[in-house]
């Protein structure tokens, strides 16, 4: 008997830092107006991992990051080729509800282009977003909250950086 009820409070411990991890949806929640996509320049660019099997180097412009007063982390990522190939999204990331959103595609050929069927999609769902779940446990995220500042944000991005090439 005693087992078994170690074994129930320990599950029960297990289930609520689970569940305090994730929130609640906020009924009343809305996302304010974005912005265009801002200017980014690959000579400012962050490196985080994505996978070591990736082919792409991923990096964030410092320069674009904000955090809104919707709880809502905008940046443009950058994804580059073995072969120089640029491609940028403007995402968002809401850290809350572990959800992004694509607002702009750019390539160098034709620049920024808007996009025009976005919606929050969870960052776990699949191989299209894994860049920005690996952003956000790099420094885009605390925990289910966004930063406190966008300097938090590429200091953790740093430091990642720094303790990959001191391994």
Known sequence: ????????????????GVAAQLSTPDPD???LETPAPPAFE??????????INSTLKFGVDP????????????YVIVARSGSGT????????????????TYARYNASGGWARTTDSEWRSVFANAATRHTLMF???????DNAPPRSVNDI???????????RAS
């Open 136 to 142: 956000a446990k790099q420094g885009g995220c605390t």
């Open 29 to 31: 929640w809305k996302e």
């Open 154 to 164: 590429v200091r953790s991005l740093r430091n990642q950086d720094l303790e990959k």
């Open 63 to 74: 320069a674009t990051i904000t955090i809104g007063q919707d709880g809502v982390v905008r």
């Open 86 to 101: 640029v491609n940028a999204m403007y995402e968002g990331l809401r850290c809350s509800t572990g959800e992004m959103r």
């Open 1 to 16: 008997m005693r087992l078994r009820d170690l074994f129930a409070a320990g599950l029960s411990t297990l289930c609520l």
């Open 42 to 51: 690959l000579s400012r660019l962050v490196p985080f991992d994505v996978s």
